[in-house]
C-alpha cells in the first residue's frame, strides 16, 4: 500500500514552504448512507510535521475538516535535503507517518 | 395476373425511387445525409470562432482553457492533483494479473500503453461502439473476473492510469467505411442535439450554446475536448468519476431519467462527442470542480 | 416550452379536486399516469419529477390517501404527456440545432 500522504517541502533560504496531502474518508459520523445508516465517525484528530526532532506544525483536527485533506503552511528556517517528518493519527488509532526531504 | 400486378408495382417502385433522386439531387442539399467529416470540421470551426483566444489543444482542460480565473485555481490545485492515489491505485491493479495468470495489457494494443485515445471504437465484429470502460470489463469477463461497476472506483482508477500513459496523444476516432457505423455516429449525434427531460436542455444546449458561461458557479465546459480529461477527480463529488458517471449526472441534471452505465446511446454519444473531438490531446485523469 | 409552463401553471391554478376522491377515481388516475409514462419511456424521454409523482401516488394509494393519490397522478400524467410532446418535437427539431 503506497502512503497515505504525499507532502512537498521547499526551503526558500530563510523559510521552508511545506504543503501535504492526506488520503482519508474523514467521515464526520453526521452522515447516512444509501441505506439510511450511520456512518460511523473515522476522522484525522492530530497531524504533526517534525523538523530536525522539533514540532514545526501540530494540528488538532475534527469532523468538520474534509475529506483527503490538504494542508499548507510555512516555517522559519529547514534546509535542503534534511528530513521532515509527518504523522497524522485518527479516532480509531490507525496512523501513518512518512519522511519527506526538503528540497 | 399476379405476376402483371407485381411488375406494375415495381415500375412504381423505380417511378418513386427517380423522383426522389431528382428531388435529392436538386438544389436543396439533403438535411439528413451522413458527413461525419464535414461535421466535424464545422464543429471544430465554430469553436474555434467562438473561442479564438484558445489554442486548439487547450479544449482538453475544459472550463480552465476558457476562464482565466479558474485555471489560476486549477493551477494551483495540480501542484497536488487529486487524482493522485487512484493513479496509483488503477496502476497497482493494471499491472496485477488475473487469477489466470493474465493481465489488462493482454487485451489492448501495445499492452495498454498509450491507447486511451484510440477509444471509443466502432467494433465491426458486434456492430457496435466499443468504450475503454466496456473494453476493460469485457476484458476482465474473458479472463474469468466479474465485471467492475462503471461509473466510480476501481473502474475510475485503471481508466485514470490508462489515460495518463496517453497524455498528449491527440484523439484519433476513426469511422470505418460500414453503416453500422455511420449509423452509431448518426445517434450519437442524435443525442447530443435532443432536448429531453423537464427542463428542456440538449448537451448541446449547454456545452454548445452556453459554452464558456455560467451554470450557477461553473463554467460550462465546451463540448469539444470535453472527453479528453475523463476519467476526472471532481471536487462536488469529492472522487473520481467516469464518463458514464458524468453522462447519468447530466441527464439526472436536465431532470431526464439516466439511462444505464454503457446504454448505446451513451456509448454512441460518447463516439460521437470523440470523433468531434479528433487532434485534441488526451488530458486525463482531469480535475473538476 | 411555453406550452409546458402553461400546463404548470394551469396545474396550479385549478383546484385539482373539489369532492373527496375515491379509490377507483385514485386507481384510473394512476393507470392514466403509468400509460402516459410508459408512452415517454418508449420514446426515452421519462421526466424525473414524472417518475417520482408517480412513486408518491402510489404509496400515497398504498396508504388509502385517494386524493394525494390523484393529485399526484394527474401531475406525473401531465409530465409524462409534455415529455412524450416534446419528444414527438425533437424528433425533426433537433437538427435545427446541428453545427453546420
Known amino acids: 500500500m503506497a502512503s497515505t500522504i504525499r507532502v512537498r517541502a521547499q526551503a526558500n533560504g530563510t523559510s521552508t514552504d511545506v504543503q501535504a496531502l492526506i488520503q482519508h474518508p474523514m467521515d464526520s459520523g453526521f452522515v447516512k448512507d444509501a441505506n439510511g445508516a450511520v456512518i460511523p465517525p473515522h476522522h484525522i484528530e492530530t497531524v504533526t510535521f517534525e523538523y530536525g526532532g522539533k514540532v514545526v506544525l501540530h494540528a488538532d483536527w475534527g469532523p468538520a475538516v474534509s475529506k483527503d485533506p490538504y494542508v499548507k503552511f510555512s516555517f522559519k528556517g529547514g534546509a535542503k535535503g534534511d528530513p521532515l517528518v509527518v504523522t497524522w493519527v485518527d479516532n480509531l488509532g490507525k496512523t501513518d507517518t512518512v519522511t519527506a526531504k526538503i528540497a | 395476373m399476379p405476376n402483371r400486378r407485381i411488375r406494375a408495382r415495381a415500375s412504381l417502385r423505380v417511378a418513386v425511387l427517380a423522383a426522389a433522386v431528382a428531388v435529392l439531387g436538386g438544389a436543396a442539399p439533403a438535411p439528413d445525409k451522413t458527413d461525419p467529416l464535414a461535421d466535424q470540421k464545422a464543429f471544430q470551426a465554430s469553436f474555434g470562432e467562438r473561442f479564438p483566444q484558445v489554442p486548439f489543444a487547450d479544449f482538453a482542460n475544459g472550463p480552465y482553457a476558457v476562464s482565466a480565473p479558474m485555471r489560476k485555481q486549477w493551477e494551483d490545485i495540480m501542484q497536488f492533483p487529486p487524482y493522485d492515489f487512484a493513479l496509483d491505485e488503477g496502476k497497482t491493479a493494471f499491472e496485477t494479473p488475473f487469477a489466470n495468470g493474465k493481465s489488462y495489457a493482454d487485451c489492448f494494443a501495445n499492452k495498454g500503453i498509450g491507447v486511451r485515445q484510440d477509444f471509443p471504437y466502432f467494433d465491426t465484429k458486434t456492430g457496435e461502439v466499443a468504450t475503454l470502460d466496456g473494453t476493460i470489463n469485457r476484458c476482465r469477463e474473458a479472463n474469468g473476473e466479474k465485471p467492475l461497476p462503471y461509473q466510480v472506483g476501481l473502474m475510475a482508477s485503471i481508466t485514470a492510469y490508462m489515460a495518463e500513459t496517453s497524455r498528449d496523444k491527440p484523439f484519433d476516432i476513426k469511422i470505418p467505411d460500414d453503416p453500422r457505423a455511420r449509423a452509431a455516429y448518426e445517434d450519437g449525434k442524435e443525442y447530443f442535439y435532443t432536448r429531453r427531460g423537464q427542463l428542456n436542455f440538449s448537451c448541446a444546449s449547454c456545452h454548445v450554446g452556453a459554452a464558456g458561461q455560467r451554470l450557477r458557479g461553473d463554467i460550462l465546459a465546451p463540448a469539444i475536448g470535453i472527453l479528453a480529461a475523463f476519467p476526472i477527480y471532481r471536487s462536488d463529488w469529492g472522487s473520481m468519476g467516469t464518463i458514464d458517471r458524468r453522462f447519468t449526472s447530466c441527464s439526472a441534471q436536465m431532470r431526464s431519467e439516466p439511462l444505464p452505465p454503457q446504454d448505446k446511446s451513451y456509448r454512441d454519444l460518447e463516439y460521437f462527442l470523440s470523433y468531434m473531438s479528433n487532434g485534441v490531446p488526451i488530458s486525463g485523469p482531469g480535475t473538476r470542480p | ?100
Not at chain 3, 409534455?82 to 435545427?96: C, F, L
Open chain 3, 1 to 100: 416550452m411555453t406550452r409546458v409552463a402553461l400546463a404548470f401553471m394551469l396545474l396550479c391554478s385549478v383546484p385539482i379536486a373539489a369532492h373527496a376522491a375515491d379509490k377507483s377515481e385514485a386507481e384510473s388516475a394512476i393507470a392514466g399516469a403509468v400509460k402516459a409514462e410508459d408512452a415517454a419511456g418508449k420514446l426515452g424521454n421519462r421526466w424525473i419529477p414524472a417518475e417520482a409523482s408517480l412513486k408518491a401516488a402510489k404509496a400515497a394509494f398504498t396508504s388509502g390517501s385517494w386524493d394525494a393519490a390523484v393529485a399526484e397522478a394527474t401531475r406525473a400524467r401531465l409530465l409524462a404527456e409534455r415529455a412524450v410532446e416534446q419528444s414527438n418535437e425533437q424528433k425533426t427539431a433537433w437538427r435545427d440545432a446541428v453545427i453546420r
